[in-house]
């Protein structure tokens, strides 16, 4: 691209550059404004301090090396002491805690006596309050091991639960 194309483009476009221009000024003013009115900024300032001391040490934060030989033994101290402490929980001492066997869990059993699947017209689930007769599309969404079954709409009242709408629909 030579000098007489660019000067053809900037004869052609000139008169937008000024406006392309205020364009991108408004824009980086809109966008710091953005930034400086954001109450995420406004939360978390950055602070700068100066922790500088008159000391000669040279050491950083203004440490000199008789603070850092106390502190440093201001910490071991209370290390010494919290060693002395009996430990509050076996597994802090280093020993492990056993899992018990998957056959010494107890199986969780239904509050209530569940019928067989085959003759049993009522489903409810263990996390819900509602049961349902088998013939409503809200059985399909209950997992088979939530499953409770039940011969009668009273034996399902009587575990306390409540029938729903499709149950009620069905008038029972």
Known sequence: MDISTLRLLWHQYGRHAGAATAAILLFTAGWQAGRTTSPYYAAHPIVFEDCRTADTSGAPGGGDAASLQALKNKVEAVAAENDALPAPHAAVAGTQTEKPSPAEIPKKTPSVDAGEPANAPFVAS??????????????????????????????????????SQCTQKLGY
């Open 126 to 163: 263990r996390n819900s309050s509602l049961f349902h007769h088998i013939s409503c599309p809200s059985v399909g969404r209950i997992k088979e091991e939530n499953k409770i079954f039940f011969t009668t709409a009273e034996q399902a009242r009587g575990a306390g639960l409540m029938p």
